[in-house]
């Protein structure tokens, strides 16, 4: 089955800074990939994802970028600011056109803005 | 107001005990899914349907049971085959034309 790495586990940077965190998938027949937000006790909240036709996606300071080659995708947050603060996960799923599977997650990042 | 609602929100059980988990969404939604997720890891699945009187097994599907009569409610039963069941229960749903899915506020259990 798909197995998902994602680094760091914890990220500090200065307010302000950018902010990367990086994510591999072992499954080639994989083609969706999303991100989410979860803030401490609550659900997490998708954030922005990219299909594997398609390299890259930007949504206003957060973007993600796919290399379906190297199977590795990953988050890109500009402009950085303390709301940004909490434990981000890549997934990675294969959707046909009959629906999607499961989600196959990775462990998380926290991510701490410095202020 | 759409959304996906579980609940409660904490739930507390003596080991030996059956519980189950609500799951609720009026978001039209065909798909549902339950995870599991522990301090410090990602969420694992659990179980899935895309349609209503049919599931399939996650990846941690032992000591779980589902069912799906109607489409917008997805119920989890913990069994007490579940050895470790203490964790915080999250589900989803997404449209079957679309390839988001959507989480709902989730239930923690703890079973002692």
């Known amino acids: 089955g798909e197995n998902v790495e994602q680094h760091p586990s914890t990220l500090s940077v200065q307010e302000g800074d950018s902010a990367v965190i990086k994510c591999t998938y072992s499954?080639?027949?994989?083609?969706?990939f999303p991100w989410y937000k979860q803030e401490l006790g609550k659900g997490p909240q998708l954030i922005i994802d990219?299909?594997?036709?398609?390299g890259e996606k930007k949504d206003q300071r957060i973007a993600v970028t796919l290399n379906k080659t190297a199977k590795h995708f990953s988050l890109h947050i500009t402009e950085t600011q303390p709301e940004d603060s909490a434990v981000y996960f890549c997934?990675?799923?294969?959707?046909?056109?009959?629906?999607?599977?499961?989600?196959?997650f990775g462990k998380g990042t926290h991510l701490i803005i410095q202020p | 107001d759409g959304g996906i609602t579980q609940s409660p929100k904490y739930l507390f059980r003596k080991e030996g005990q059956n519980v189950t988990l609500s799951c609720e969404q009026n978001?039209?939604?065909?798909?549902m899914y339950w995870y599991r997720q522990d301090p410090g890891q990602g969420l694992r699945l659990i179980y899935y349907?895309?349609?209503?009187?049919?599931?399939q097994k996650g990846d941690i599907a032992e000591g779980y049971s589902v069912s799906r009569e109607k489409k917008e409610s997805f119920p989890l039963t913990v069994t007490s085959a579940q050895k470790n069941p203490t964790a915080f229960y999250l589900c989803?749903?997404?449209?079957?034309?679309?390839?988001?899915?959507?989480f709902g506020p989730g239930t923690r259990l703890t079973v002692t």
């Open positions: 989803a749903s997404s449209a079957t034309s679309r390839w988001e899915q959507y």
């Open positions: 499954d080639s027949a994989s083609n969706y």
């Open positions: 990219i299909r594997s036709n398609v």
């Open positions: 997934a990675a799923s294969i959707y046909s056109g009959g629906g999607a599977d499961g989600l196959t």
């Open positions: 978001l039209n939604h065909d798909a």
């Open positions: 349907s895309q349609i209503v009187n049919d599931f």
